[in-house]
C-alpha cells in the first residue's frame, strides 16, 4: 500500500511515502519528511505501486486523522480546479483543509459554548444606563434558544458585554458538541407575497429538480433577496443544508440578519475577518451537517458540507469572487463544478450580471428569470447626466450638483456622495515643477491623507510623512490635486455644516462595529450626507437616500481593459441603486466629461440589460470573451526587460508548439498598466482561443517548460485562467 500525498509546495504532483502499519484513507492529513522539513499533507490517493523503487520510499512520520478531513466529492473538485486554473496539484488540494489544520497536528473541534438566559433572569435586575446590556438581554429573549458567541458578536454585540452579563448571572454558558446539537428548522417568520415576477421566478427556479443554474437577473431592489429565501426554503425544511457565497464587502450583519430572521436554522459565517480557530469551527459544524445556512465569501466553496442542497451566489458579478493571486480559481464557476458532481441546483443573482453569465443563459446552458420591477412601493431613480466640461468645479463637484444636494437635505433626505477613491487627494503635486510626489517603489503617485496626515501609496502600501518641499526643485509649494473622500468630506461639511457628513471607506470602517454604528446612524431617517467609495455600493438598503451623486463616471469609459466599461456599467448601476429603494423617489446625477457617450446613454436610458446585449455583440465581432477563452502569463522580475524578455521567449516557445494551429491568438508581452509595483517590474502575455481545450493545451506545453527552464527562477510567474482584468 502506497499513499500519495498532496503537499503545500509549487510543484504540481504528488509524493509517495509508505503508510503506518497500512492505515491511511483517502482525504486523511499526514506528517511527512519533505528534504529537511516536516509537513503536514493530505491523502490524495492510495495506490498499490509506485514508480519510485520501493526501497527509496520513506515512511509517513504520523497519520493525523483516522477518519478522513476532506471527502472524495471535494477533492474531486480541488483537482478539476489545479488542473483547470493550472495550478500546483498540491497547493490546490490543501485549499480544501482549513488553515488551522494545515498548521496544526490536532486541531480538535473544542466544543461550541453556547448560551442562554438564566431561567429567572430579570431584565430590571440591570441598571436604566446599562443600555447595551438591556439589548443584549433582550435579543436573547427573543432568540429564544441558545445563541454561539459569533451569532451574539454578528448581532453586533461586543464580547465585553456578552461578559458582563455572564459576571451579573444573568446569562449562562454550556458547552455543546456540534454532533449533539438538536436541529429543528422552520420558519421563523412568514414570508413576503410575491409579485408576480417574483413568482414567477421562483416557480421556474423551484420547477427544476437535480442540477440546474438558474441566473436571477433582477434590478437593484427589485427583492432578489425575498426570492433566495423562498427558493432556499424547500431545501432547508427537506434537511438539507444551503452555501450562499457573496463578496468579502457584501457579508453585512444585515445580510445575515435577513436570512437569520427568517429561518429557525443553524448558521454559520466564514469570512476573512475571523480567527483560523474560529474559521476552523465553523467549517467542522459545516462539514458534519450541523450548520443547516452557510454563508462565506469565496473560499467557502470549498466547505465541505455532508448534506448540501443548493449553492447561492449573491452579487454573481463581482470580481472579488474571483481569487487575484496564487490559485486563481473563480467560486462561482467552482460552484457549478461541485453542484454537478452532487446534482443539485446552484442559483445565480446580480442586478449587474457578469457578460459571461448572460452569454450563459442566452446560449440555455442557465435559465434565467428577469425581475424588471422594483419591489414593493419603491420606483426606479430617475437619472441625470451633469457635463463637467467648462465648468468651475468646487473640488470635484459641480454647481448643479451642489444646488441639488442642498434641495435634497432641505427636504428632509439623505443624500449618497460616491467617490471612487479613499485619502484627501490622489496626488501631491509640486507648483514649482509640476511634477507629483511617487512613491520610490511603484509607478504611481503617492495618495494625501490628512487623517492621520501622511502619504500613502495604495498599490504597495508604502506610507511617508508628507514632505516639506519638492525633491526635485525643492519648491515648497506643494499642492493637492484631485479629490478622494477625505477632501469631499471636509467639503461637504463646509457648505453644509448644519447637518452631519459621515464618510464610509476602507479607513473609516476598519471594525464591523464602526459599519453598525454608521448603518444604525442612518436609519435613525436625519437628513445627512454620506460619502463613500464602492462600500457604498454593495446590497445596503438606505430608504432615506433620495440623492445619488456619482463624482466621476469617466474611469471606465476610456481605459484600454476592454472589461473596463463593463465594470463601470455594473459600478454605477450598483450605486445608483442605493437611490430612492423605499417610498421615497430617488435621483441619480452622474457627473462625466463625456455627456454624448453612447454607452452612457445606453444604460441610462434602457438599462444594464440593453448595455449588455450591445457590449456582447462587439465582443462577438471582435472575438473576445465569452465569445472566446483567455488565458494572461503575467511575470514580474527586480530588473526592467527581465520579465518582458521572459514573456517573449515564452511567447515564441508557444508559436513553435503550434500556436497558430490551435487558432491560439498572442498578444504581448507588454509592460504592465503600473510597470513597476512594490519594487518589481511588470509584464503580461494575453493567450486567446476559441476553444478552452487548446488553451489549456498550450498553457500546460508553457508549464513544463518552466519548470525545467533554468532562466525561470529570475522571474516571478503566474497564470490566470479566465482572468477579470487584463492589464
Ligand atoms: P434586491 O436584493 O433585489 O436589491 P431586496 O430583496 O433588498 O432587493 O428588496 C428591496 C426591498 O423590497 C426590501 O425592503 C424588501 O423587503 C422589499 N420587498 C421585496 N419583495 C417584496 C414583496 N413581494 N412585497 C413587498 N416588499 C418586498
Ligand atoms: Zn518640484
Ligand atoms: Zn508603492
Not at 503508510?19 to 516536516?38: I, Q, Y
Not at 503617485?445 to 510623512?465: I, K, S, V
Not at 446590497?539 to 472589461?563: C, E, K, M, Q
Request: hydrophobic share 40%; charged share 20%; aromatic share 6%.
Amino acid at each position: 500500500m502506497i499513499l500519495r500525498v498532496a503537499l503545500p509546495l509549487p510543484l504540481d504532483k504528488l509524493f509517495d511515502y509508505l503508510p503506518l502499519d497500512n492505515t491511511g484513507e483517502v482525504g486523511a492529513r499526514v506528517e511527512v519528511r519533505f528534504g529537511k522539513r516536516t509537513l503536514i499533507g493530505l491523502i490524495a490517493e492510495v495506490v498499490e505501486t509506485s514508480q519510485v523503487p520501493t526501497n527509496k520510499l520513506k515512511p509517513i512520520l504520523q497519520l493525523l486523522d483516522a477518519t478522513p478531513m476532506v471527502d472524495q466529492e471535494l477533492l474531486s473538485v480541488g483537482r478539476w480546479a489545479a488542473h483547470y486554473y493550472q495550478y500546483p496539484l498540491g497547493d490546490a488540494l490543501l485549499h480544501l483543509v482549513p488553515i488551522l489544520a494545515r498548521k496544526e497536528i490536532r486541531p480538535e473541534p473544542t466544543p461550541t459554548p453556547m448560551f442562554r438566559l438564566h431561567q429567572n433572569a430579570d431584565i430590571e435586575t440591570l441598571s436604566k444606563r446599562s443600555v447595551k446590556q438591556r439589548a443584549l438581554f433582550l435579543h436573547m429573549q427573543q432568540a429564544r434558544k441558545a445563541l454561539d458567541s459569533s451569532s451574539i458578536r454578528e448581532a453586533g454585540f461586543e464580547r465585553r458585554v456578552l461578559n458582563s452579563l455572564i459576571d451579573a448571572e444573568l446569562i449562562e454558558s454550556f458547552t455543546q458538541s456540534p454532533d449533539e446539537e438538536p436541529i429543528r428548522v422552520g420558519l421563523s417568520k412568514p414570508h413576503l407575497e410575491l409579485n408576480s415576477e417574483q413568482q414567477i421566478a421562483l416557480s421556474n427556479i423551484s420547477s427544476t429538480s437535480g442540477y440546474t443554474c438558474h441566473l436571477l437577473a433582477g434590478v437593484t431592489g427589485s427583492g432578489k433577496t425575498e426570492v433566495y429565501l423562498q427558493a432556499i426554503e424547500p431545501h432547508l425544511l427537506a434537511g438539507k443544508q444551503v452555501l450562499i457565497i457573496v463578496p468579502e464587502i457584501g457579508l453585512t450583519p444585515q445580510l445575515v440578519e435577513r436570512f437569520s430572521s427568517r429561518f429557525d436554522a443553524p448558521l454559520v459565517t466564514l469570512h476573512s475577518g475571523m480567527s483560523d480557530r474560529a474559521r476552523y469551527e465553523a467549517w467542522e459544524r459545516a462539514r458534519s451537517g450541523a450548520a443547516r445556512l452557510i454563508i462565506g465569501t469565496r473560499s467557502s466553496i470549498f466547505v465541505p458540507a455532508k448534506r448540501l442542497g443548493m449553492i447561492l451566489i449573491d452579487e454573481e458579478h463581482d470580481t472579488s469572487l474571483k481569487q487575484q493571486e496564487g490559485f486563481r480559481y473563480h467560486a462561482r464557476d467552482l460552484a457549478l463544478v461541485r453542484a454537478q458532481q452532487l446534482d443539485i441546483p446552484v442559483l445565480l443573482g446580480s442586478a449587474t450580471p457578469a457578460l459571461e453569465t448572460l452569454h450563459n443563459a442566452h446560449q440555455q446552458r442557465y435559465q434565467l428569470s428577469l425581475l424588471e420591477q422594483r419591489a414593493g412601493e419603491a420606483k426606479p431613480p430617475s437619472f441625470e447626466l451633469l457635463d463637467m466640461r467648462h465648468q468651475p468645479l468646487e473640488t470635484g463637484v459641480t454647481a448643479e450638483a451642489l444646488r441639488q444636494i442642498s434641495a435634497h437635505l432641505a427636504s428632509n433626505n439623505q443624500v449618497l456622495v460616491f467617490i471612487n477613491r479613499r485619502g484627501f487627494s490622489p496626488s501631491l503635486v509640486c507648483q514649482g515643477c509640476a511634477e507629483a510626489v511617487h512613491c520610490t517603489r511603484c509607478d504611481a503617485a503617492m495618495t494625501l491623507h490628512r487623517r492621520p496626515p501622511r502619504l500613502h501609496c495604495h498599490h504597495c502600501d508604502r506610507q511617508t510623512p508628507i514632505p516639506r518641499s519638492c525633491s526635485h526643485c525643492d519648491s515648497t509649494e506643494l499642492r493637492p490635486v484631485g479629490s478622494g473622500t477625505e477632501r469631499i468630506e471636509e467639503r461637504m461639511a463646509e457648505l453644509f455644516s448644519n447637518y452631519p457628513v459621515r464618510r464610509v471607506d476602507r479607513d473609516t470602517t476598519q471594525s464591523r462595529q464602526a459599519f453598525e454604528t454608521l448603518m444604525s446612524d442612518l436609519h435613525s431617517g436625519e437628513p445627512q450626507i454620506l460619502v463613500g467609495t464602492q462600500m457604498l455600493a454593495k446590497g445596503h438598503h438606505f430608504p432615506d437616500v433620495t440623492l445619488v451623486v456619482i463624482l466621476n463616471a469617466d474611469a471606465g469609459l476610456l481605459s484600454a481593459d476592454f472589461r473596463a466599461m463593463e465594470r463601470t456599467a455594473q459600478l454605477l448601476l450598483q450605486v445608483a441603486g442605493r437611490a430612492g429603494r423605499a417610498s421615497k423617489p430617488g435621483k441619480v446625477l452622474i457627473q462625466t466629461q463625456h455627456p454624448e457617450h453612447p454607452i452612457l446613454a445606453t444604460l441610462l436610458q434602457h438599462g444594464y440589460l440593453a448595455y449588455a446585449q450591445q457590449e456582447l455583440k462587439s465582443r462577438a465581432t471582435l472575438g473576445l470573451p465569452p465569445f472566446s477563452y483567455q488565458a494572461i502569463v503575467r511575470a514580474e522580475a527586480q530588473r526592467q526587460g527581465w520579465a518582458e524578455a521572459y514573456l517573449m521567449r515564452l511567447r515564441q516557445l508557444l508559436e513553435q508548439a503550434g500556436a497558430q494551429e490551435l487558432k491560439l491568438m498572442l498578444a504581448g508581452p507588454f509592460p504592465a498598466n503600473m510597470e513597476k509595483r512594490a519594487g518589481m517590474f511588470r509584464a503580461y502575455l494575453i493567450l486567446t482561443a476559441p476553444k478552452r481545450a487548446a488553451l489549456q493545451h498550450l498553457l500546460r506545453q508553457a508549464r513544463s517548460w518552466i519548470e525545467v527552464d533554468p532562466e525561470a527562477p529570475r522571474v516571478r510567474l503566474s497564470i490566470d485562467v479566465d482572468p477579470v482584468e487584463s492589464t
